[in-house]
């Protein structure tokens, strides 16, 4: 590789491709609320609240 390879394109983002089959309903869902070009970013923060979510201790309860 040289430099100029190195300097062209767009750096990575340090994210993996990865295929997630959804239902078309949900996927119109989606769309209705946040379009086309930001499906993607829905299902990443969808998914990282959700992990959050589950990875917290459970509170205690009173």
Partial sequence: MT?????????????KPTTVRLSEETISRID????????????????????RRREEPEKAKD
């Avoid at 430099?3 to 994210?15: F, T």
């Fill in 32 to 51: 209705a609320l946040v379009g086309n070009r930001r499906f993607a970013l829905f299902v990443r923060e969808a998914v990282e609240n959700e992990l």
């Fill in 3 to 15: 430099v100029s390879d190195e300097a062209m394109g767009r750096r990575p983002l340090g994210m």
